[in-house]
């Protein structure tokens, strides 16, 4: 059996369905809002309740549970490790994060828990995920009203440009990875992603001129990107969790000392068209624009 943690979230979601979807696959979701029955219940933060929902399984996959402090995570992916070691689990995926993110501080957790199981007793596949296509759209959306209101489109991305990737795509990867360990367990001989490490970048790398265009194309007029300094962001972050405008912040200046586009992807090895991530954000960007002539026509 596989278990899948996290099958309340974006990612754990859809990676439940895409297992669910192999033949043959016993596959069960667990989630810290699980109820025990159809999902397993199985609460980062509450450690006692882990071992219990990874018993059967022969592969986990462990979605990073990231939302929090960094001392919470680390304490939450610690006892993760350690219930699938006491559950006897014989194959963890994990789901990290992309070489190119190294310097973002969201690394820190991602890494340690690597090394977490690295030592662990059971086989581990590292899954670093690329940063999500949404992080993009969120950026051009936050800049779509000056777009709208003065043709100029701000965002503090410099003269940077970020690799991002189709959240499906990533789920993609975990589905098929998870299968194929499930079944490299049941047959008992080589464990083809044991060990293994694949990073999991995206394709395309978009920056402020890369979302000024696309918002002019849903605008129907021209727009131009201006870069603004990551501090002149931070007023606009003061609703968030401290720790998350933390995030936020180290990833401008990433954007903006030109490290977060990447070299080199694993991706095309497990996925054969991945999704245009511009689509993607073009289609966030026109159903904001949408709402938003609605508003102005409604006065
Ligand atoms: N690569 C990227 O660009 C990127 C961006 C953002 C986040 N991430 C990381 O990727 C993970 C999955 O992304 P997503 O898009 O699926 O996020 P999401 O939809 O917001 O889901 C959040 C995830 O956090 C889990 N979680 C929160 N508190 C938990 C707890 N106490 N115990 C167990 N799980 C807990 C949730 O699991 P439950 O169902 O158990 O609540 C859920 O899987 C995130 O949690 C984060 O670590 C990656």
Redesign the pocket.
Known sequence: MIVV????????GSILTGLRAVEGMAVIGA???GDGEAVRH????RPRTLEEAFTGAKVLVF?????AEDDVVLA?HGAVVGAAAGAGVEHVIY?S?AGSSERLTIALAHRWTEARLAGAPFDVTVLR????AE?AASLALAGLPGAVDGGVFAAPLGAGRVSVVA?VDLAVVAVRVAAEAWHDVVAGGERRHAGRTYELEGLSAVGGHDLAAIIAEALGRPVTYAAVPPGAARPALAGMEPYQAGHSISMYANAVAGLLEAKRSDLPAFVESPRPVRDLIAAAVNQAAVGLSAEAAAG
Not at 42 to 45: G, L, R, T
Not at 63 to 67: D, I, L
């Open positions: 943690t996290g099958v309340s979230g974006a990612l754990g989630s810290s809002s199985a609460d980062f933060d979605v990073s549970a990231g939302y939450r789901t994060l995920n690329g940063l999500y992080i959240r």
